[in-house]
């Protein structure tokens, strides 16, 4: 059974840093592309940023590029992003995606999710 458990969510001002974890399991991690996906309250899922299975090749959104990074360690089967310069619009439930199938990054298919953590950035 494939498990993503996300961690690091939380209220932050704006301006503030803060960085997600995920761990997988059930699943060859080394094998998967990821990624990080968000939902707004009263909007669509949308993408964050992904990382290749080798962590060589990333992609972001516009909205996040040059803030956000994306990396991952397969030797401890954990994704991060690491947020900076947060901003109230990027106040969302975060969502780790793990995609075996994945062709791209951003499209995926995307076929495992975790729970999600809250990020809240006040102004």
């Known amino acids: 059974q494939v498990q993503l458990v996300e961690s690091g969510g939380g209220l932050v001002q704006a301006g503030g840093s803060l960085r997600l974890s995920c761990v997988a399991s059930?699943?060859?991690?080394?094998?998967?592309?990821m990624a990080w996906f968000r939902q707004a309250p009263g909007k669509e899922r949308e993408f964050v940023a992904g990382?290749?299975?080798?962590?060589?090749?990333?992609s972001y959104a516009d909205s996040v590029k040059g803030r956000f990074t994306i990396s991952r360690d397969n030797a401890k089967n954990t994704q991060y992003v690491q947020m900076n310069s947060l901003k109230p619009e990027d106040t969302a439930v975060y969502y780790c995606?793990?995609?075996?199938?994945?062709?791209?990054?951003?499209?995926?298919?995307?076929?495992?999710w975790g729970q999600g953590t809250q990020v809240t950035v006040s102004s």
């Open positions: 059930g699943l060859t991690f080394s094998n998967s592309h």
């Open positions: 990382v290749s299975w080798a962590g060589r090749s990333t």
């Open positions: 995606a793990a995609g075996p199938r994945a062709t791209t990054l951003k499209d995926g298919p995307y076929d495992y």
